[in-house]
Each structure stands twice: as structure tokens, then as C-alpha cells.
């Protein structure tokens, strides 16, 4: 093996992690490759000899790239009309072969990635490294270019937000989330308006996005969702899992036309997360 091929397999070792924060910081499968190759490619025309912890230096790299990209994007959206949506990660919902089970076990709820799209850029980087993959705060600190201390302000901002959105943590029984949801369905095919209240937290968040086309729109409370609660009498409902929530998507002539995600809380329906196509 010349020093070339040992460089690239040592990187190997390191590019699913790499992916996965690059993914949780963008929200974009293309953009965290990207961000990743970027990191092979100066690793490729750096001196691999002077780098003393390689999985620390790649994940700097690979997160300077994310915060550069998020400001962009932040920049971008001076523009009313410009939208980022995340990726969806839709997998059929019922008995789930390997490949799948690892590809949802690599993914991020919708609602959290929306979310996080919610925070500043420096914020985001700096919950994503800390609180879900374990960095200090110094480290931290040196890609958002802020003191430790506030770095450590950044995270506990975005961490009142995410906690404020009563987002779950992966690996709760999907079964009662399924029976929470087709709960729902049942109501609204049948218009039973108290039923919808009842299956529905009183803080209840709808979010509808229509991409670029225009803003999304987002409805909140039980009785105001309730009313918005419709059977699509001219489409077909498929269950899937969005992101390893428990959703649906809705086609129209064999075509989809949107996508919902349910986060459930507690047997309530706490958000639903919808994308139009």
C-alpha cells in the first residue's frame, strides 16, 4: 500500500461519521457529501504526518464547510421565495430489511432538521457538535470562531428551541405512534371533529412547505388543526416512515403530492410536518 492509498484508507474510517454531521448540520444528503469530499480533498494536499488527531481535524474541516454553507444560504434567504427544504429519508412502513434499518438509523426526524433551520448558522454548528456528537466546547469554539463561553451560549439557545418543539427522541415505540396516527386518519375520514381534538395535543403544530413557490404556512392549536383535517377523498394514503417518524405519503392520479410527518408525544400528536410537492 503507497502513502496514498493508506491516506485514503485511514479517511474511510471516518466517512460515515463525517457524513452524518454534515448531514445533521445541512439537512441535504448532496451538501454533506460535498462538505465531506471537500475534507478529502484538502486532507489529500496537506502533510497527513503533522495532524495528530485525524478525526478531530476532518470534523473541523468538514464543519467550517457546513457554517460556510449555512451562511450562504442565510444570506440566500433575502429572497421571501427562496426555501431550503431538508431531505427526506422515506422508507416503506412495515418490516424492514438491513439495508433500510441502517439507512433510518442514519437519519434525522423532519421536525428537528426544520427546526434547525430555524437557527442562526452558529447556533446550529454549535448543538450539532455538542450536544449530539459530544464535542467540547473549545473545539466547538474554534470552528464557529467564538469564545468557549459562547459557544456554550449558542448550543443552550438552540437547545431551548429544539426543547421547546417537543421533539422525541429516536427509538420510542413506533407501534402506539401508529395506532396514534391511524387514530387520526380514522377521525378524519369520518369528520369526527371531537375525535381529531382528542388525538391531537392542545399545542399542536401544523407546518405545511410548498418549496421555493411560496412561504410555508403553519397552523397551531388542536381545534384550529382539527379543522384543517381532511381525507383526501381524491388520493391514496401509503405509510411510510419520514425520517423514522411515522408518516404517510399522499399520491394523487399515481403521483405523489405530499408528504406528512407525525411527531407523538405522550399518545398525542404534538407536530405534522407537511411537504407539498
Not at 438509523?105 to 437557527?119: E, G, I, K, N, W
Not at 431551548?160 to 429516536?170: M, N, Q
Request: aromatic residues 6%; hydrophobic residues 45%; proline residues 6%.
Amino acid at each position: 500500500m503507497n502513502e496514498n492509498e493508506w491516506l485514503a484508507a485511514r479517511f474511510e474510517e471516518h466517512r460515515d461519521r463525517l457524513r452524518a454531521v454534515a448531514y445533521r448540520m445541512l439537512g441535504s444528503a448532496a451538501d454533506a457529501d460535498d462538505a465531506v469530499q471537500d475534507a478529502w480533498l484538502r486532507l489529500s494536499r496537506s502533510d497527513a504526518d503533522e495532524i495528530d488527531n485525524l478525526g478531530g481535524w476532518l470534523t473541523t474541516v468538514v464543519a467550517r464547510e457546513c457554517l460556510h454553507v449555512l451562511r450562504s444560504r442565510r444570506r440566500r434567504r433575502e429572497d421571501p421565495f427562496t426555501a431550503h427544504l431538508p431531505d427526506l429519508v422515506v422508507i416503506p412502513d412495515g418490516d424492514l430489511d438491513p439495508e433500510q434499518e441502517a439507512v433510518l438509523a442514519d437519519s434525522v426526524s423532519l421536525a428537528l432538521l426544520v427546526v434547525l433551520d430555524q437557527l442562526s448558522p452558529a447556533e446550529r454548528v454549535a448543538f450539532v457538535l455538542h450536544d449530539l456528537f459530544g464535542l467540547p466546547f473549545d473545539e466547538v469554539a474554534r470552528v464557529a470562531g467564538r469564545t468557549p463561553a459562547a459557544a456554550r451560549q449558542l448550543a443552550s439557545r438552540a437547545r431551548r428551541r429544539v426543547h421547546d418543539a417537543r421533539i422525541p427522541p429516536p427509538g420510542q415505540d413506533l407501534a402506539r405512534k401508529r395506532q396514534v396516527v391511524r387514530a387520526f386518519y380514522a377521525a378524519a375520514w369520518t369528520g369526527d371533529f371531537d375525535a381529531l381534538v382528542q388525538v391531537l395535543d392542545p399545542d399542536v403544530v401544523l407546518r405545511t412547505d410548498f418549496g421555493a413557490s411560496r412561504p410555508p404556512t403553519v397552523v397551531r392549536g388542536a381545534h384550529a388543526v382539527a379543522k384543517q383535517a381532511r381525507a383526501p377523498h381524491d388520493g391514496q394514503l401509503r405509510p411510510v416512515l419520514v425520517n423514522g417518524a411515522i408518516g404517510t405519503v399522499i399520491t394523487r392520479g399515481g403521483r405523489p403530492f405530499s408528504v406528512m410527518a407525525f411527531t407523538v408525544t405522550e399518545d398525542r400528536i404534538v407536530r405534522i410536518d407537511v411537504v407539498r410537492s
